[in-house]
Structure formats: C-alpha cells, structure tokens
C-alpha cells in the first residue's frame, strides 16, 4: 500500500517487520540486532520519482480486474436473505494493500471500464446508466473510499505497530471505508430513488452486517500479502527507521 514514490530499499524494511520481530520492540539506536555498538551509516537520498512505474500499474490493473471479476461472480451463498457477494472484498482489498493512490487508481480503472461499456458492474451492467440507478451512488463511494482508507491504512503500516495491534488497526481503517461507502450509497439511493434517509438506511442494514464479517476477512487477507510480500508495505517513519536493523 505504499505509494509510488517509495523506494525499494525503503519498503524491503517491511521484511524485519513481519519476519523478524522488530515491531514487539524497536532496536537501540546505533546498535545491531545483538546490542553490538555499529558505526553511523552515511545517510543516502534516494531519487524521488514521479508517477506509476511498471510494477504499480500491473497491480492497479490486477485489483482493478479482480474487483471487476468478483462483481460478475453470482453470490456463494446468502446469509438469511442478503447474499453473500464477494466484491465488496475486492474493493476494501485494494486500497488496504496498495495505498491511496494505487488503490484508488485501481478502483478508478475499473469504473472507466464499467462506465465505458464492459458488463463488469453488479449483474453484468454497465454504462454511465447505472450511476443514475439506486446503487450508483456505492460505485462513487467505492472510489472516494479508497483514497480515504488508503492514506490511513499507509499511515497505520508505516507507523509500524504491534503486531498483535496491526490486524485491529486494519479493521478500524476497513470500517471507514465502509462509512465513506454506504454514505454515497445512502445518498444515491435517496437521490436517484427517492428514498427518505430513515428506509434508505433501513434497506442496507443487513447488507452493512454481512460487510463486517466482509471486512476481517479482507484484513486476513492483507496481513498475509504483506507477510508473503512484504515489499509491498509503504516504507517506515523517518524516526522508526533509523532506529530498527543492523
């Protein structure tokens, strides 16, 4: 979830973060692993750089095709009378894992892709059509959400916090990013429908139950890709990073 100007080197430091230990207690400035003194390093500026390199947008357009396939994707199952639709998972996914920017950019890509005419909207539609629908207003909150819950889910990873801590954290950012959703799903389906707030919120009540279960497996699943990739963690604080590794 790191955004594009992080650099290599810095984000490898998401390694010693999930492998090794180091979030249960930071290192000793100025000392190894084993306590034993280091000389001081010269201080190394890496180059910024600007816009999406070839990696950022493979994974823009890997989420973007991901959230798009799990909306074609009929429910698995349906708990009581809400089916259990797996996209929501993908779109919580994405900015948790890629961060503001790459996340967003994801989500964006794939509402140019419905808007523009490919059936990769909820029951095979598509179309500028669909945002004027009762629904239309949950692809916008979609979009906004995830910049909003990826620039918290990039502060809270780079923040470096207990692991114990991490997975609670990361529950709390999928919560406002549910928030920002229904908010414009609310305020589509009294624009576009006509509904009064009080039967707008009443109609998603149980839809909104089934996303919270949606949202621990969605932080289940980004702690295990930062586990098996952990290059893909945003690099740490200034602070926190000169004071972990050898």
Same mark, same amino acid.
């Given at each position: 979830?790191?955004?594009?100007?992080?650099?290599?080197?810095?984000?490898?430091?998401?390694?010693?973060?999930?492998?090794?230990?180091?979030?249960?207690?930071?290192?000793?400035?100025?000392?190894?692993?084993?306590?034993?003194?280091? =000389?001081?390093?010269?201080?190394?500026?890496?180059?910024?750089?600007?816009?999406?390199?070839?990696?950022?947008? =493979?994974?823009?357009?890997?989420?973007?095709?991901?959230?798009?396939?799990?909306?074609?994707?009929?429910?698995?199952?349906?708990?009581?009378?809400?089916?259990?639709?797996?996209?929501?998972?993908?779109?919580?996914?994405?900015?948790?894992?890629?961060?503001?920017?790459?996340?967003?950019?994801?989500?964006?890509?794939?509402?140019?892709?419905?808007?523009?005419?490919?059936?990769?909207?909820?029951?095979?539609?598509?179309?500028?059509?669909?945002?004027?629908?009762?629904?239309?207003?949950?692809?916008?909150?979609?979009?906004?959400?995830?910049?909003?819950? @990826?620039?918290?889910?990039?502060?809270?990873?780079?923040?470096?916090?207990?692991?114990?801590?991490?997975?609670?954290?990361?529950?709390?950012?999928?919560?406002?990013?549910?928030?920002?959703?229904?908010?414009?799903?609310?305020? @589509?389906?009294?624009?576009?429908?006509?509904?009064?707030?009080?039967?707008?919120?009443?109609?998603?009540?149980?839809?909104?139950?089934?996303?919270?279960?949606?949202?621990?497996?969605?932080?289940?699943?980004?702690?295990?890709?930062?586990?098996?990739?952990?290059?893909?963690?945003?690099?740490?604080?200034?602070?926190?990073?000169?004071? =972990? @590794?050898?």
């Amino acid at each position: 979830m790191a955004d594009p100007s992080a650099t290599d080197s810095t984000r490898a430091s998401g390694t010693d973060y999930l492998h090794n230990g180091s979030a249960g207690g930071p290192a000793v400035p100025g000392q190894g692993s084993r306590g034993i003194p280091r =000389a001081p390093e010269p201080a190394r500026t890496a180059p910024a750089k600007r816009g999406f390199e070839a990696t950022d947008i =493979a994974l823009i357009a890997v989420f973007a095709a991901l959230i798009a396939v799990l909306a074609i994707i009929p429910p698995l199952f349906a708990i009581g009378a809400v089916p259990f639709a797996l996209q929501m998972i993908a779109v919580m996914a994405a900015p948790m894992i890629l961060g503001s920017l790459r996340g967003g950019a994801a989500v964006g890509l794939y509402l140019v892709v419905g808007l523009l005419g490919l059936p990769v909207f909820a029951g095979q539609t598509s179309g500028p059509g669909v945002l004027l629908g009762a629904s239309g207003g949950f692809l916008l909150g979609y979009f906004f959400g995830a910049f909003v819950a @990826g620039a918290l889910a990039t502060a809270v990873l780079r923040s470096r916090p207990r692991r114990s801590v991490l997975p609670i954290l990361l529950y709390l950012v999928a919560l406002v990013d549910m928030v920002v959703i229904y908010a414009f799903g609310v305020a @589509g389906m009294m624009i576009n429908a006509g509904m009064s707030l009080r039967v707008a919120v009443a109609a998603n009540g149980l839809f909104l139950a089934v996303d919270l279960v949606k949202a621990v497996l969605v932080v289940i699943i980004a702690v295990a890709v930062f586990t098996a990739f952990p290059r893909l963690m945003p690099a740490p604080r200034r602070g926190l990073r000169a004071a =972990a @590794g050898d």
